[in-house]
């Protein structure tokens, strides 16, 4: 088979949806009995150079800035250039005005429906009509979870056995995590991190809940029952300035904004943590929990969407934007008679099992 993978995603940000369409990208580059065309933006991305002289590997650079006209019009003027058994688009909606046979477009999650509060208007929109608009022309949508095949389903009416289900994974590197005190110190310092903390990490905007959580901490820290810092690693999204708002300054003194997280530091920032919380409102999947639970960490989940499905019985969990659930949640988290066993060798997420069951979807076609 030739296989055209979209990864212009990858040169905006790297967040949940361009790591799942990176790591499925790279499991799938190993297996040499098929073909690849592999299209960036602006220039071949860092985690794909050393495939750049495979036989059986084209990459394919376009050149340009912004996203909707990128998106819209450059990207589907290039691949109309060229021919593939399958066209696949992991991280973003299939372009609106690309009509290729055999297009599979991803569908993460249907949060433009089920919670468009989180979303400014414009991206709202944005993804309502894309994701319209590949049920219709696209061969199958990708997604997943089975919360988001169930959502597709029965909000977008859309058949069960034209989904496929592809669970994202979780990298060797946290697996195979083990505390090292030289790196650690070195984290540490890059990050300004204190020897303990409570950690949460993903993109600063409304759908995580961030708020929810600093008003749990704030509470705690006022009542005199947690003393650790808060850490909140990740970029900046919308609304950003509401986080903090109305925040005493006692409480903001002991919050500590790291930013983007490099890639390879991400192990050592999740198994320092004394705990991790994910208060997040709706998650197609989830992933930084479950590498936190994949590094040997304890987490504390919300109960929203997929989360329970995703992370098991390997995470406690609290009542999805319930603060008084979450305050609780915390302090019985923090005892260490409470510490849940690490779990990391029984994840049963991975990226290379995935891979292979997506290309053997496409090869039973």
């Not at 973003?92 to 949060?111: A, E, G, Q, W, Y």
């Not at 949508?141 to 959502?151: A, C, K, M, P, Y």
């Not at 409480?251 to 983007?260: A, Q």
């Amino acid at each position: 088979m030739k296989i055209l993978i979209d990864l212009t995603s990858l040169a905006d940000n790297f967040s949940g949806i361009e790591r799942y369409a990176a790591c499925l990208a790279l499991e799938m580059l190993k297996d040499k009995n098929h073909n690849y065309i592999l299209i960036f933006k602006n220039e071949i991305h860092p985690l794909f150079i050393t495939y750049k002289s495979n036989t059986g590997v084209e990459m394919i650079v376009i050149s340009g800035s912004g996203k909707l006209f990128f998106n819209q019009i450059k990207l589907p003027l290039e691949i109309y250039r060229h021919k593939a058994d399958w066209y696949l688009f992991m991280a973003f909606p299939v372009p609106l005005l690309l009509f290729k046979r055999n297009m599979v477009s991803t569908i993460h999650d249907i949060c433009c429906w089920d919670c468009p509060e989180t979303m400014n208007r414009s991206s709202k929109w944005y993804f309502r009509i894309s994701h319209l608009v590949a049920i219709r022309k696209c061969k199958r949508i990708l997604t997943i979870s089975g919360f988001s095949q169930n959502r597709i389903m029965d909000k977008l009416k859309y058949p069960k056995e034209q989904i496929w289900l592809i669970y994202c994974g979780v990298d060797y590197k946290f697996l195979n995590y083990i505390q090292d005190e030289k790196t650690d110190l070195e984290i540490r310092a890059k990050y300004n991190l204190p020897d303990r903390y409570l950690l949460s990490l993903s993109t600063l905007e409304p759908r995580k809940n961030l708020r929810l959580l600093v008003e749990a901490y704030g509470e705690l820290a006022a009542e005199g029952k947690i003393a650790i810092p808060l850490v909140l690693a990740g970029r900046k999204g919308w609304k950003m300035n509401e986080l903090l708002k109305n925040i005493d300054e006692t409480v903001l003194k002991n919050i500590i904004f790291t930013g983007f997280i490099d890639d390879e530091d991400l192990p050592a920032l999740y198994g320092n943590a004394s705990l991790f919380v994910f208060p997040s409102k709706y998650e197609g999947f989830g992933m930084p929990p479950l590498e936190a639970l994949a590094c040997g960490t304890r987490v504390l989940s919300s109960d929203a969407a997929s989360l329970s499905e995703v992370l098991g019985n390997k995470a406690a969990y609290f009542k999805n934007d319930d603060l008084a659930s979450l305050k609780a949640g915390l302090l019985l988290s923090l005892n260490p008679e409470n510490r849940s066993p690490e779990t990391g060798k029984e994840i049963k997420f991975l990226w290379h099992a995935e891979a292979e069951r997506l290309l053997g979807l496409m090869g039973a076609e």
